[in-house]
């Protein structure tokens, strides 16, 4: 069985499995035409990559409320997943953060080829499973926090430390032009193994953030590569984060 058929049985999996509620082991095994233990697998990898979970004798979907549907993006949000995928290459190693604003990057995927992409989002792993390209998927596993609706906590971490990345593409609630990008959410520790582990750390997020005052820094400029933002950012404002060493790239909303 190539890898191929093997992504299209488990597409096929997936897609029974959203018909139907359940399905069982033996079931897909007839219904395949294979054995009982090669399903077995199959399901296995699926629940790794968050698509589904495991019971006695076959599998259920995941919980409603850790598959809620995205809100549509924002024109300034579409625009800055756009530039941010430009600096993505063919065979990078990359880490997509949980957030609305880098989950537009995965449709900007479409045409990278033999990509690694870790997440700790089953949104979108999900997204990123269902790419023609079919980038290797990981995910940082860990304590699911229905605040940011993503894995976190000490297991995640340590996942991400056995691995090296290119690319960390993450969004933040706040600029502050003085510190770095800052959040709402206090639990920070992800994020900054995430920009340990990677060369390159692009941060993603609509200009209307700057100046809100949000007490929790994120990642401070000296941990940033890359700003990625909308052309509504003032100059006075860009002049700044760049003087801090930071690349910023203004993402236009009119062609």
């Known amino acids: 069985m190539t890898k191929r058929n093997t992504q299209q049985r488990r597409h096929a999996i997936i897609n029974l499995l959203n018909e139907a509620g359940e399905v069982s082991v033996d079931a897909l095994a007839v219904s395949f035409e294979t054995s009982e233990v090669t399903i077995r697998k199959d399901l296995a990898a699926l629940e790794k990559n968050g698509l589904l979970l495991r019971r006695y004798g076959g599998a259920v979907p995941l919980p409603h409320e850790m598959t809620q549907e995205a809100e549509p993006l924002s024109l300034a949000k579409q625009a800055i997943a756009k ?16 957030g609305s604003t880098t989950s537009g990057l995965i449709q900007e995927l479409s045409d990278k080829r033999g990509l690694v992409v870790m997440t700790n989002s089953l949104q979108l792993a999900n997204a990123i499973h269902e790419l023609e390209q079919e ?121």
């Open 83 to 98: 530039a941010a995928a430009r600096l993505i290459r063919d065979h990078n190693r990359i880490i997509i953060d949980s």
């Open 135 to 255: 980038p290797t998927l990981l995910m940082t596993g860990g304590t699911w926090d229905p605040h940011s609706e993503s894995f976190q906590g000490q297991v995640a971490e340590q996942v991400l430390r056995s691995y090296d990345f290119d690319q960390l593409f993450i969004g933040a609630d706040g600029i502050d032009l003085d510190r770095g990008t800052t959040t709402f959410n206090e639990l920070t520790g992800l994020s900054k193994v995430m920009a340990e582990v990677s060369r390159e750390v692009i941060v993603m997020l609509e200009s209307d953030k700057l100046g809100r005052r949000i007490p929790n820094l994120e990642l401070p400029w000296s941990r940033v590569s890359v700003l990625v933002t909308d052309d509504r950012l003032p100059q006075v404002a860009a002049d700044r984060i760049s003087s801090q060493g930071v690349q910023v790239i203004l993402a236009p909303l009119s062609n």
